[in-house]
Every structure is written in structure tokens, then in C-alpha cells.
């Protein structure tokens, strides 16, 4: 019974989360389609930017499979080699690295682009979806090094 009470929360986590996604992208459609927020004298904007590349605006031939390929492969590494460690913080980076690649997938997939709204000159345009994809596969990536070395 706990581990199915677990597996509900880290459900649940994702629709949060993915709501939250929808959330930021509607409201920077909403409140930046016809103006941009300048930030640290031109350094950094909040500008609406509908992307039809991958994160951070690298372009991938192929786009929409192999987005779905990756969150795919995502979820079979997961279920495979991570599930059954019972580590929090794996369970947690997976499903939030999942949940963000799904929401950013349905744009891609469903309406051709991702909407992208935080520009950082010289750098890209990307979304919090990108941030917190990045974000928690270094943590991820740093778990599995220092526990590689224990």
C-alpha cells in the first residue's frame, strides 16, 4: 500500500507540475505577446519567442520523434535501473525532468513549437520547463558520480 501511496504522489507531481508548466506559458503568451520585460540593462528579457528547435534553441533534424524517442527511453532507464534504488531524490529528478519533457513534448508535438520566454542575450531563449530540465539532470548526474565513488 505505501509504495502504490508513493507512486500516486510522484503522479501527482508530474500534473503539477506540467500545470505549472502550462501555467508560466500561458501567462507569458498572454502578457508578453505584444511586449518585452528588459532585465540588468538589456542582459535579460522576458519576450515571447515561439521555438520550433530544442532546448535552449539548438536545431535537431527530426524534431518531433526524437523528442518522443527521448522521453521514451527517459521513462524505460527509469523503470529499469532507478525505480527499484528507492532514492528520493533520483525518484524526484526523474520525475520532474519527465513531467517538464512531456509538457514541453504536447507543444512540440501538438502545435509545432514550445513557447520559450526568457532571453538571455548572447546565450538563448528557453523556457522554465529547459531551466529545471537542466537543472535537475545535473543533480542527477552529481548524485550518480558521488555515489559511483562510495
Known amino acids: 500500500m505505501v509504495k502504490y501511496l508513493y507512486k500516486l504522489k510522484l503522479c501527482l507531481i508530474i ?7 502550462f501555467i508560466t506559458k500561458f501567462l507569458a503568451t498572454y502578457y508578453l505577446e505584444i511586449r518585452q520585460i528588459d532585465f540588468f540593462s538589456g542582459f535579460f528579457y522576458l519576450h515571447l519567442f ?14 518531433k520523434i ?7 527511453l527517459l521513462v524505460f532507464y527509469y523503470i529499469k535501473y532507478e525505480s527499484f534504488k ?35 542575450k548572447y546565450f538563448s531563449v528557453f523556457n522554465l520547463a529547459d531551466t529545471y530540465i ?17
Open 86 to 120: 528507492k532514492n528520493k531524490i533520483i525518484d524526484l529528478s526523474f520525475v520532474l525532468i519527465i513531467s517538464w519533457a512531456l509538457w514541453n513534448a504536447w507543444e512540440r508535438v501538438f502545435l509545432w513549437r514550445v513557447t520559450d520566454f526568457i532571453w538571455v
Open 66 to 72: 526524437l523528442t518522443i524517442v527521448i522521453i521514451l
Open 134 to 150: 537542466t537543472l535537475w539532470m545535473i543533480i542527477y548526474f552529481v548524485l550518480v558520480v558521488f555515489k559511483k565513488d562510495k
Open 50 to 63: 515561439l521555438n520550433d528547435w530544442i532546448a535552449f534553441s539548438f536545431y535537431v533534424p527530426f524534431l
Open 15 to 21: 500534473v503539477l507540475f506540467i500545470f505549472f508548466d
